[in-house]
């Protein structure tokens, strides 16, 4: 195995968990992503708010990063292509770019019912050890780990200077393991620090583990 850059972290064998928001199986050769919500300026545009549209170019330009350094077999997209019907068109040019590069699967999440008629998603995908779906931790699994989207985890940095600084988070509990979401407009919701929960802050440049409990500040 090649020496790990400060942007990755192993966070179980053979499985690395990459800053730019993206898990890889080094093994198995899947790549998995969720809630990329392509287009939500989009559909704010539609709403009548101006939004700037760099968000569909940068999630579109690290996912090709991703695919030059690691040529998954599989992108696996845990669900929530889309933030609504506005992004159709958009998604759809994105998913043939991708394809073109690699096999792409798509989960389906609850904002995809947008795009049913015109994406081929699945409801579930998994491989011996992994269980691919969206939404909350199912039964169906079996003894595979899930792997899900959905809750846009974050954690919290402090310097203890007072500077609070929010950052996407991957979070890994015994047989549930919940990817950051990633679109860039996805502000994510603080993961309780508690010793059922790993939790992996992900920035561009360096992954950190965060202590299981948050240390008291006097």
Partial sequence: MHALRPNQALVAPEVVLDGRLALFHQREKWLAIADIHFG??????????????????TARDRLLELLNDYSPRQLVIVGDLVHDGAATHA??????????????LCVAGNHDRHIAAVVPMVSSWSTTDFYFQHGH?????????QIIGHHHPAGVLRDGAGLRLKCPAFVQQESCW??????????????????ESRIWICTPQRVLRLPDVEPVVS
């Fill in 40 to 57: 939500y300026e989009l559909s704010q545009r539609a709403a009548g708010r101006l939004m700037p549209l760099w968000g569909m170019a």
């Fill in 91 to 104: 998604i759809r040019e994105l998913l043939t770019l991708l394809s073109s590069r690699t096999e792409t």
């Fill in 137 to 145: 931790c199912a039964t169906e699994a079996g003894d595979r780990i």
């Fill in 178 to 195: 919940i990817l950051p979401a990633f679109s860039p407009w996805a502000a994510g919701a603080v993961w309780p620090r508690d010793v």
